[in-house]
């Protein structure tokens, strides 16, 4: 009988393009994959490990998955991911429910471990996180066909103190443009129209294979991919955004006038003590002169609030800062302390009641500017990619250039003549907090 073989990710999205890589060489080896985890003999939790909410969600559905043991036809259990980077040892010692694990650096060998777990062994492959993203493994993309993630690099070198990502990840390391493209023409080919780039710090590309920041050229590179009409850009690190980077931006037609800049606090108190770049007035610099080079830019930033040290007078003039910048959209997190990490020695904690009290604030301050800012396209023409159509309003849904696939807000369309997948011209009459409506063109 041939195993059924359910792919559960977890995490963000450059773990669901592992996944896809998994589920593609899962299929090559025969295996069928299955959508309903309780028709499953084989079950693969790709975790993440990021913070301790994201390591408490992997465990509890480690534990929800081997239930399957006893109501479903589990057979066997495999772990991957971050999570078994950092914790093999402790998971396999404290989780007997567990078959087998695998490593970040490891994954393409999941059927090996598949393999071996059925045979009854433990399995486990964790080694180095490193990983040749050059590697042709097939690839089932779980996304709507329409729009697919590309990892272009893996790893960080950064080393903020907060962050365990060099630990489960390694290093920085770019894939080669050639790799790239030739990924993205697949993608195409297969019915893609809109490819999200994806990167723990995708304004580094290039510097280690070719000693110097590519990322520019491999912008212009996959537009000119036929099929492809959006290019969209992720987790951008401030202190390498060029200004070659933001001439790129303004003058190619096909990439989202879109950047995903973490910046994580704005007091150089604070960034000092998270090893970040520059200081405020850099990030102030950089904003003005993307502003002023792209003026209808949607810019997405993530702040993180409680980090050590991080006084009231500290969080009243982030609260400032956001006000005045007055960013696109906006996700804040409290600090979690990660072993092994250097902020984890800092002194000065924030108490877990007064974290909290600081991100619903500093999210109520960003709402009333979402507010503000929710009314500046009405009466423009704007392209948005329908998704789907909702048959109760009589609508049709879709994501303007500007909207991230399941981050960001959505536009409402009447009088739609695109089907779903393609782009319509719309024209905005209503905007909402985070949404808008519109008629088709």
């Known amino acids: 009988m041939t195993e059924r073989v359910k792919v559960v990710t977890l995490g963000c999205e450059k773990n ?24 499953a003999t084989v079950i693969i939790v790709n975790t993440c490990g990021f913070i301790d909410a994201a390591k408490e969600e992997s465990v509890n559905t480690i534990l929800d998955m081997a239930e399957f043991k006893q109501t479903g036809r589990l057979k066997a259990l495999i772990v991957s991911g971050c999570l078994t980077q950092r914790y093999k040892k402790q998971l396999m010692e404290e989780m007997p429910e567990i078959d087998g694990i695998v490593g970040t650096g490891d994954f393409h060998h999941i059927t090996d471990i598949v393999d071996e777990a059925l045979r009854g062994k433990r399995p486990v492959k964790v080694g180095n996180p490193a990983f040749d993203y050059d590697q042709k493994l097939p690839r089932l993309v779980t996304t709507p066909r329409y729009t697919a993630y590309v990892k272009i690099a893996e790893g960080c070198d950064n080393a903020c103190t907060f962050c365990s990502i060099p630990i489960m990840r390694g290093k920085f390391r770019s894939r080669s443009m050639d790799s790239i493209v030739a990924e993205v023409q697949q993608l195409a080919d297969q019915g893609v129209r809109e490819v999200s780039l994806i990167a723990q710090d995708s304004t580094n590309y290039g510097t280690d294979l070719y000693d110097k920041f590519m990322l520019p050229e491999l912008l212009n590179r996959v537009s000119e991919v036929d099929g492809i009409s959006w290019v969209r850009l992720h ?15 303004a003058a190619n037609p096909k990439v989202c006038n879109y950047i995903d800049m973490p910046l994580q606090h704005s007091e150089d108190s604070i960034l000092k ?124 849904v879709g994501r303007s250039p500007y909207d991230a ?37």
């Open 16 to 39: 669901l393009v592992d996944s896809e890589i998994m589920s593609g060489l899962i299929d090559a080896r025969g295996y069928q994959l299955v959508d309903q985890a309780d028709d």
């Open 235 to 249: 987790y951008a690190y401030p202190g390498f955004f060029s200004d070659e980077l933001i001439a790129t931006i």
């Open 273 to 396: 003590r998270m090893r970040r770049p520059g200081r405020q007035r850099d990030t102030r610099e950089l904003v003005s002169r993307i502003r002023a080079s792209i003026p209808d830019v949607a810019l997405r930033t993530s702040i993180i609030v409680g980090f050590p040290g991080e006084t009231e007078e500290d969080f009243n003039r982030l609260c400032d800062f956001v006000r005045e910048m007055k960013f696109d959209r906006l996700g804040v997190f409290t600090y979690s302390p990660e072993e092994d990490t250097p902020a984890v020695r800092l002194p000065d904690a924030v108490p877990d009641d007064v974290k909290e009290w600081r991100s619903n604030t500093l999210m109520e301050i960003q709402r009333e500017v979402s507010k503000e800012l929710s009314g500046k396209h009405i009466g423009k023409e704007i392209d948005v990619l329908v998704e789907r159509y909702d048959g109760r309003s009589d609508v049709y």
């Open 405 to 441: 696939p399941e981050i960001d807000g959505e536009v409402f369309i009447s009088n739609c003549k695109a089907a779903i997948g393609e782009i319509q011209r719309v024209r905005i009459t209503h905007a909402y907090e985070f949404d808008m409506s519109g008629e088709g063109l």
